[in-house]
């Protein structure tokens, strides 16, 4: 996963637009937009500032290692709309229409599961 793309999906699982961290951090959101679209790299102390408004280390901002939260924000990231990505599986590339029907059923189940808590807890 590009460096872009690690702020951009940390920035999201935050919760954060890219205008709140552009603040957080000192920058404009355009510039903010062109590190998520990887067309400028930040420099050391910007990197420093991004890992702190991020809450995370520096090392897991700049390298691939992925943890269960940015898997989990990756997912959503991979069946967004907007999302350039190609998704594979089992070497066979997913259209729009099979990424809707996973992100349809995915949101069923969590529906399903939250129902049965809440029936579960009275």
């Known amino acids: 996963m590009s460096l872009g793309l690690r702020i951009k999906t940390m920035r999201k699982a935050r ?3 890219q205008q709140k961290l552009a603040e957080m951090v000192g920058v404009s959101r355009t510039y903010i937009q062109t590190l998520e679209s990887n067309r400028r790299l930040p420099s050391m102390k910007l990197l420093q500032n991004l890992a702190r408004a991020l809450d995370v280390n520096l090392s897991d901002l700049v390298s691939d290692n992925q943890n269960k ?3 989990r924000a990756q997912l959503e990231e991979y069946l967004d709309y907007r999302s350039e990505m190609e998704v594979w599986y089992k ?3 997913l259209t729009r229409y099979e990424l809707d029907l996973i992100k ?4 069923t189940v969590l529906d399903y599961t939250q129902k049965s808590n809440i029936n ?3």
């Open 15 to 17: 919760g954060f637009t």
């Open 69 to 71: 939260k940015l898997i």
């Open 91 to 93: 070497d066979i590339k």
């Open 104 to 107: 349809k059923l995915i949101e």
């Open 120 to 122: 579960n807890s009275n």
